[in-house]
Nanobody, 119 residues
């Protein structure tokens, strides 16, 4: 059974920084692509948007609106993926969900962590 547990969300002022963490249990981590999606909290039925992802080999990809501000990384020894978020903007406010997907398994999701950017 794979579990993903996010942490690091909270309230931050515009221009501030947060680091999200996603700890994975189970044997999926070493072969899984990992990443983060987000969903605006006032739109629970709206589709989640991909924010950033990192392959098992370390290749990364970002949505255009966060390029240059967000950095995704992974620590394979700790089975943890991180999202460093700098220069945060109010439009970054969302629930951030961690996911894991390996070639032979379905996608797994964390429960989400809320990031609020507000003065």
């Amino acid at each position: 059974q794979v579990q993903l547990v996010e942490s690091g969300g909270g309230l931050v002022q515009p221009g501030g920084s947060l680091r999200l963490s996603c700890a994975a249990s189970g044997s999926i981590f070493s072969t899984a692509a990992m990443g983060w999606y987000r969903q605006a909290p006032q739109a629970p039925g709206k589709q989640r948007d991909l924010v950033a992802r990192i392959t098992s080999g370390g290749s990364t990809d970002y949505r255009n609106s966060v390029k240059g501000r967000f950095t995704i990384s992974r620590d394979n020894a700790k089975n943890t993926v991180y999202l460093q978020m700098n220069s945060l903007k109010p439009e970054d406010t969302a629930v951030y969900y961690c996911y894991a997907k390996s070639p032979t398994n379905p996608i797994y999701w964390g429960k989400g962590t809320l990031v609020t950017v507000s003065s």
